[in-house]
């Protein structure tokens, strides 16, 4: 064979290298087998028969559940509701996921694409694992980085190597938070009344307003040589419940209100519905070294009801919000739970004093045992300068 014909051979074989590596890398399979196909094959057709989705990341682990009564949970929040939009979207999303382009199947370089196992060392990737009612699989995907055009990933069946880039409309909500309604109540303040809130060691504050045509709370009760810090302070507390949101939920009986610092607040609403928040402080976690120390976390539970005089509509609907938040104690934001939780000094200042009608001002600053005096006692510096002097002129 002539050197000619070795060389072409050659370039031939670096040229199929090339579309190999193109095409994902050791052991690709040709570029058009499998593509134009559903990632999870039959997904779709199933998609009614799936009782459970699973979510495994580096950080987080959690499964939604679909239970008797015909709605959607978490398992790691004791069966809290989720939001069953979240999880249509994201099951509709998986199985509308279409293979574009065969990738690697080398698992040296499945970082590169980010679809590596979710418990490996910096892994970015994500599986999501889909059950029936017998816990039987319906597929298992490892979602990886996006791709670079428009609603593509990189994405592999979780038993198999080949890698994939695939497109579809996935967003995936990593974070428990996500896929569930993390409003705890809502009372807006325009009809709130009054708030109280009593502390364990005895302290009780209160605001209140006679009307709801006033657009400020009354700080009652203000210590002498006090004043509120504001004439708009109240409403802090009476605003609480218009956007209480939860960082985590646990069942009532599993995580009790922990006893340090406990705080009840009482919001009584015009029309006699009356909501009660209890909350206490967990114990800190001892910070790692170097860190600061996070305070620990303020779990609350609510008790909504309503005064006897109140319309059966407004009974009705302390009944249903109670029934539905009887069952969960909730982990508050630091920020939501300093509101149902203020103290007096938070919403007073002393008063400042003032000076008497025609009084001239304190002169301050002199040292010590030394009074003011005229300029006349001035005396020269060693230099025999003359501190400057106004004279009045310009």
Request: net charge negative.
């Amino acid at each position: 064979m002539s050197s000619r014909s070795v060389m072409v051979l050659v370039l031939l074989a670096v040229l199929a290298g090339g579309a190999a590596w193109l095409a994902g890398g050791d052991g690709a399979a040709p570029a058009t087998e499998g593509v134009g196909q559903p990632l999870l094959p039959g997904l779709k057709a199933r998609l009614n028969d799936v009782a459970a989705l699973g979510v495994l990341t580096a950080t987080e682990r959690f499964t939604v559940r679909l239970s008797e009564s015909g709605t959607w949970t978490m398992d790691e929040s004791d069966g809290y509701p989720v939001r069953f939009e979240t999880v249509k979207k994201t099951l509709m999303a998986l199985a509308g996921l279409t293979t574009v382009e065969a990738k690697t199947d080398n698992p040296t370089r499945y970082a590169d694409l980010g679809v590596a196992d979710p418990e490996a060392p910096e892994s970015g990737s994500t599986l999501v694992t889909l059950l029936d009612a017998q816990g039987q699989s319906l597929g298992a995907v490892i979602v990886g980085n996006p791709g670079g055009a428009r609603d593509t990933h990189y994405a592999r069946r979780a038993s198999e190597a080949r890698s994939w880039l695939v497109r579809g409309n996935l967003v995936l909500d990593r974070s428990p938070a996500q896929w569930m309604d993390r409003q705890v109540f809502k009372l807006p303040s325009s009809r709130v009344q009054s708030v109280t809130i009593e502390h364990a060691d005895g302290e009780k504050v209160m605001v209140s307003r006679a009307a709801e045509s006033e657009p400020d709370w009354a700080v009652q009760a203000v210590p002498e040589g006090s004043e509120p810090r504001s004439s708009g302070i109240g409403r802090t507390c009476a605003s609480a419940l218009e956007y209480l949101n939860f960082d985590k939920v646990a069942g009532a009986g599993k995580q009790p209100i922990p006893e340090a610092e406990r705080a009840t607040a009482v919001l009584r609403a015009f029309d006699g519905l009356l909501v009660s928040v209890t909350t206490g402080r967990a114990p800190a976690a001892e910070p790692a070294e170097g860190e600061t120390a996070v305070p620990g976390t303020v779990w609350a539970s609510l008790t909504v009801s309503a005064g006897e005089d109140a319309a059966e509509a407004v009974k009705a609907e302390a009944r249903t919000a109670n029934d539905a938040l009887a069952p969960w104690v909730f982990a508050l934001p630091e920020y939501a739970a300093g509101n149902l939780r203020k103290r007096m000094a938070d919403l007073v200042q002393p008063i400042a004093a003032q000076p008497a009608e025609g009084a001239l001002p304190e002169l301050t600053g002199w040292p010590e045992g030394e009074e003011a005096s005229g300029l006349d006692e001035i005396e020269l510096d060693p230099a025999g300068d003359v501190p400057p002097q106004d004279d009045g002129q310009p």
